[in-house]
């Protein structure tokens, strides 16, 4: 089954220039196009393009995407090379998640103090003098 641009672009919520920005890219090595010229982007096409989203999300810059899929495309004997860049990268992906557990628990402190404080500043307004 293929898919026009228009349907990746519905199925992934990235608009059209971004899909083609990502082939243009290298990003997307694969992509078919009929007769035509149009793109027609496959099951396979649309995996990687999870995984690219997926690693951008997580702080992957393009820059590093480009050479994991290069790496791809080179085949098997490249798989040590790409597990140990996803093991770093994945390993700053756990920092990430730390420090933003620590702001979390910050704001939630913050919430606390800032509910508490308000309810006696109601609670002096109601009161008799």
Not at 11 to 38: D, F, Q, W
Request: proline share 3%; with cysteine.
């Amino acid at each position: 089954m293929f898919y026009s641009i228009k349907q990746v672009s519905e199925k992934t919520a990235l608009p059209p220039h971004v899909l083609r920005y990502y082939e243009n890219e290298g990003l997307l090595p694969s992509i078919a196009r009929n007769r035509n010229g149009i793109r027609r982007y496959s099951e396979y096409d649309l995996e990687w393009l999870g995984l690219i989203c997926c690693l951008k999300n997580t702080g992957m810059s393009i820059k590093q995407i480009k050479n994991f899929v290069a790496l791809s495309v080179e085949g098997d004997g490249t798989l040590k090379e790409r597990c140990d860049m996803l093991r770093e990268h994945k390993k700053n992906v756990e920092i990430q998640i730390q420090e933003m557990q620590r702001y979390l628990e910050k704001v939630t402190h913050k919430i606390e103090y800032f509910t508490n404080q308000y309810k006696q500043s109601l609670s002096l307004e109601g009161a008799v003098p």
